[in-house]
């Protein structure tokens, strides 16, 4: 069975036009912020077999879809980190935010990286340490 990081190699390649290279900058910025940032594929479904990326620390920070006529990054905890840059565009009613990239767009590598990296300190900052006593 392929790792989390080759299904991801294998979505991307398997859609060669600008989404797929869209989603593998995107994936480049995600993972520039922090290293220690995990990659999985989560949701596979009849109508979308390829499922969709997703990167975690301490709980999912970047959700990755690609869809038919744009990729959605979708930040779980969107609706709580800073926006100065007004990148989320989409699912903007619920606690989850999304930034929509359709063709053509370009990726503001620095708001991006701003608001993964406001992600993973947030997931981070939720960690409650150990009862005292508990193992």
């Known amino acids: 069975m392929p790792s989390p990081t080759g299904l991801i190699d294998n979505m991307i390649a398997k859609i060669p ?3 797929g290279a869209t989603l593998a900058k ?3 910025i995600i993972r520039e912020v922090d290293p220690e940032i995990t990659e999985d594929v989560k949701w596979k479904r009849p109508g979308n077999p390829l499922g969709a990326a997703v990167w975690a620390h301490n709980g999912i920070v970047c959700i990755g879809a690609i869809l038919k006529e744009r990729v ?4 779980v905890t969107g609706s709580i980190l800073p926006d100065p840059q007004k990148l989320f565009n989409a699912m903007l009613n619920g606690k989850s935010r999304a930034i929509d ?3 053509g767009d370009k990726l503001n590598e620095n708001a ?8 993973v300190e947030y997931n981070l900052a939720r960690v409650k340490p150990p009862k005292a006593g508990k193992k």
């Open 17 to 19: 036009d600008w989404r």
């Open 26 to 28: 995107a994936r480049k």
């Open 72 to 75: 959605r990054l979708t930040l």
């Open 101 to 103: 990239l359709f063709e």
């Open 112 to 119: 991006i990286q701003a608001i993964i990296r406001s992600g």
